[in-house]
């Protein structure tokens, strides 16, 4: 991949990537810096990368990490637990979504499941590829997944 | 009850009023964003391993030419050919080949007068004007210790914070050194970002005479180390081991650490190859030369070099420490030593079932030990069951082990130690919970000297912890310590770890 693929590859997904990661810090200039490290990182560990079709899986896990790293090194002032209750008090945007799967507890791959398909538009076989797991098991956690949300209050 | 496909609706619904409802302009083409202009490492194995070998070679001469020459004015006489090649101008392929082969000089060959192993303080705190020359780039340093400062001579601070440089957020370690008086001696700031200071070692005095400090460098993203030691006088840096980024990759990945030998004024460099799970620990740094070159000549290195490494460690048993497996190899207060693995059936956290080719197998480890009037726990302990699939894939899933019927007698000499070797150790919260299950948090609760604390680094004093318990009533108190060893895993860039124990103190009357 050259450097003009990865920036059009990357600027294909950067809003939701930059929302995904909104999603964890709450706060625009932090959720911007953590898209910023992540597309530097990436660039920098793309020989990693083996398959260039799991590119966006690929950049949305970096994405997330470097967005829960930088809560971590801003935790001095609120605790992480705190940090991932719902706030709207920059009116930022409609995080429902996030919200719902905070709510729902789910974990990181989970989560991830979901923001591929419905955020990318991902096939469950496609993020089954994409994440190097098997179908049957992106499956059960979709579904288990879809089961948490469904008992949420106010869903049922 | 709604359907499956309502509540796909829902969130896919509310996907869409995300992404309409977002304002975003582009980090890319921003100094948020700078790609190095040079294409990326995605080139074949075969490449990346010759590249490897080349660097590694080329290191070894450029570290150890420079050492020579800088410092170690009794070392045998190098060829100007050699000398002449120190310079930071990327070494080619070509290059390298031609280039005649130079042994490393070996840092434990020479001895070091007043070796101090550096240790820090737990505490941080932010730094002013007045304590550090450039206030404004280092936040929460850690200060030298205070019994070790008394005969030291210079304040030394390490830095981690974010700093920020021409507008472009990084992560980054810095080391400071002052004199007593607040001036700058040197200011040692890595070369890579995402790189933490690991293993400080100062010596009085080198064999030049000066005093200097002894540092592994090591990049949290893939964890590559190099060693490098600073003159305090002069302020030269010479890499001793210098790695390039090309030295990791999907085969292999080597590591380095160092330890002050007080007995023996020598600075002892260990280093460790790892692959795939299985770490081998070598004590000589110029045989494994041995094995790298000749991997360059290989087209299917892959089980070259297993076969190699394996090869290697099993003739020199006796003298390496090889980690195999289901084996770790663990610090100890007597030195080095394995940890036996633990069969573990019953799989706390229920995974996903996989096809393996071969028998998949459970490991275990005592992440971190306590002890307590004289005595060590292990409360709680973390692992992995691997196995590989039909198709060749390595699949690792980790959870973690507790032992709840653990009650630990509390003692005024308690702590918390790390008990895995070769890691760095870094406590992130410590939390609190009485009998009832009531939560003290941390940051409200955790005292020093009678004063609350509220800074990042608080939580994870365990001298905090230790004031609250002593204050606290007679009963059981559970404490929750999140640790972690590494900010970067090998595997995923950036992916941070955490390990969480529980561990029941009992404080009697």
Known sequence: ?156 | MKSYSDIEKTLSDYAQKASDTTRFKSVINTNRVILADREPKNTAVLRAVFNVAAVFLAAAVIGGVAFATSYLKDLPPVSSETAADDTDAPVTDTDTKEREYTPLPDISDYTFEGLHEIEYLETQFTATSDILPLSEEYENPRKLKDEIAKDFGYNVYLVDKNLYITNNKTVRTWLCITDKKGKLIADIVPMYGYEILTNLIYAEKSPTGDPVIVVTQMRKSDRIRSVSMYDLKTKAKTNIINLSENMINQEFAVFYSVRANKEENRIELEMSVTRSGETYVKEEIRETQRIIEQLRSEEDNSELIRSLLKEYSENKAGLDKRVYGHKYLTKTKDGYEFYDVEENKDLPYGTDKVAYSIPERTTNRKFVAVTSGGKTYYPDAVGYREGMRKDGTLEQVYYGQSDKDLIIPYSDDFDIQNNVYGKDYHIISIKVFDKLGFMHRSDQYLIKDGVPEKTWAEPRNIAGLKAYLEKAKSGEYCVSVTVTWDDGEVNEPGDIRYEFTYITFLKKK
């Open chain 1, 1 to 156: 991949m050259t450097k003009e693929e990865f920036t059009s590859a990357v600027a294909a997904n950067e809003k939701k990537l930059y929302i995904a990661a909104y999603s964890v810090v709450r706060n625009t200039e932090d959720a911007k810096d953590a898209v910023a490290n992540a597309i530097t990182c990436a660039w920098e560990k793309l020989g990693r990368l083996r398959d260039e079709e799991k590119f966006d899986g690929w950049l949305l896990k970096i994405t997330y990490n470097e967005a829960k790293k930088l809560l971590r090194h801003n935790s001095d002032r609120v605790s992480l637990e705190d940090a991932r209750e719902p706030s709207y008090e920059e009116n930022f945007s409609d995080m429902r979504f996030y919200d719902l799967l905070s709510a729902a507890r789910l974990d990181e791959a989970s989560r991830r499941i979901l923001i591929l398909r419905f955020f990318y538009g991902y096939e469950l076989p496609e993020i089954a590829k994409m994440t190097g797991s098997p179908l049957p098991a992106v499956k059960t956690k979709y579904y288990r997944a879809l089961d948490k949300i469904k008992k949420l209050p106010g869903l049922q």
